[in-house]
């Protein structure tokens, strides 16, 4: 068991799926956790499972699209805590369509949750981690940000901005102590995928089709995600950084 003892956390969107389960895995391994969402009562229920499980958790709303938010935000945890050892930049938002089923305001919903969030929330807590030479942040991309998928215009081109703020981050930070990876999950089963399958005209189908597209012939569990997540934000993975951390099921090993 990788050991986050000491370690102050923050993640975003952890209402629900993967950022609940990582802030579950991180309170279980000894870190003190902010759970922050924009749904306050998701957020509050993830922060009272935490503490019923006797994990160190406090709920902070936060709307990852909101510069000014952020870093209230960040106030909010270096003066209660002074500093903070690992983000997790989890919040996303989907959508399904074509080029010709995406429009502009489709594209700019996305990108300023999935990528202006992610930029937010890390300029928020930069400037302190530079003064401590220390920091450790993981962004939630998608094999969606490694590979094309098909019907995923304005998704995939929001995550194959994530990898890039990623890989960017981590050669700028390298010699600061600050590591920057990203996560690039397959497809996981969350409240996320239950909003997208509805999106298709037959659910049922769309979901036995959506588990084939696994080598391993189902979907990823939350807790699968989480597990990476623990390694990442442990000191066990000194040695990685700017790396796209791909758990697809052999999604896109190949055909
Ligand atoms: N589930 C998958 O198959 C899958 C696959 C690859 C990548 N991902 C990525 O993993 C991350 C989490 O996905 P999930 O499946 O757990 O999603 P989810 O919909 O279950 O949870 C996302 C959470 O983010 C919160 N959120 C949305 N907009 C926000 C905002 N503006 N500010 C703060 N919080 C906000 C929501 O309230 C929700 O609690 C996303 O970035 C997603 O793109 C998911």
Redesign the pocket.
Known sequence: MFSLQKKIALV??????????IAETFARAGAFVFV????EK??SETTDRLKAQKGQAEFLA????SEEHCRRVAKTVFDSQGRMDVLV??????HVGTMMQTSGADLDRLY???VR?VFNVTKAFLADMLKRKSGNIIN??????VVGVRDRVA?CTT?FA?AGLTKSMALDHAQDGIRVNC???????????A??LKEYPDPEQARREMSSTQAVGR??R?EE?AAAALYLASDESAFVTGTEFIIDGGFSAGK
């Open positions: 975003t969107g952890a209402g629900s799926g993967i950022g609940a389960a922050t969402d924009c749904d998701s957020g936060l709307d990852v699209t930049n989890n919040a996303g938002i989907g300023a949750v999935n969030g939630l991309a998608s094999i969606g940000g998704y995550k994530v996560i690039c999950p397959g497809r996981v089963e969350t409240p996320f995928v909003a997208r979907m990823g939350p995600i």
